[in-house]
Nanobody
Framework: VQLVESGGGLVQAGGSLRLSCTASGRTLNRNVMGWFRQAPGKERIIVAA???????AYPDSVKGRFTISRDNAKNMVYLQMNSLKPEDTAVYYC?????????????????WGQGTQVTVSS
């Protein structure tokens, strides 16, 4: 399985970005998909997860600002990020788990993309 993220970049505080993740190599329609981020010197943490039928989970830090969605027909996952803050600056990773239920630990995900940098300036 290969996951490729796109859509990162530099944005001012209050702005928006939309990240995309394209999966290839196998169909991931039944897998939980997640978006994680990792800032320099910090651990990789989840920012959103979605089941194949639309079950969703967010941490409080992004709830109301980030929206995860998926297109099973296209094998793609998206992360719409609004009202971005400087503390959202990190490398963002797309990940796929091998089970269909929501999980939030990075070590529970089997496949990872290479990451895309998101930088929010103040």
């Amino acid at each position: 399985v290969q996951l490729v993220e796109s859509g990162g970049g530099l944005v001012q505080a209050g702005g928006s970005l939309r990240l995309s993740c394209t999966a290839s190599g196998r169909t991931l329609n039944r897998n939980v998909m997640g978006w994680f981020r990792q800032a320099p010197g910090k651990e990789r943490i989840i920012v959103a997860a979605i089941t194949y039928n639309g079950g969703i989970a967010y941490p409080d830090s992004v709830k109301g600002r980030f929206t995860i969605s998926r297109d099973n027909a296209k094998n793609m996952v998206y992360l719409q990020m609004n009202s971005l803050k400087p503390e959202d600056t990190a490398v963002y990773y797309c990940a796929a788990a091998l089970i269909p239920t929501i999980i939030t630990g990075a070590n529970q995900y089997a496949y990872w993309g290479q990451g895309t940098q998101v930088t929010v300036s103040s």
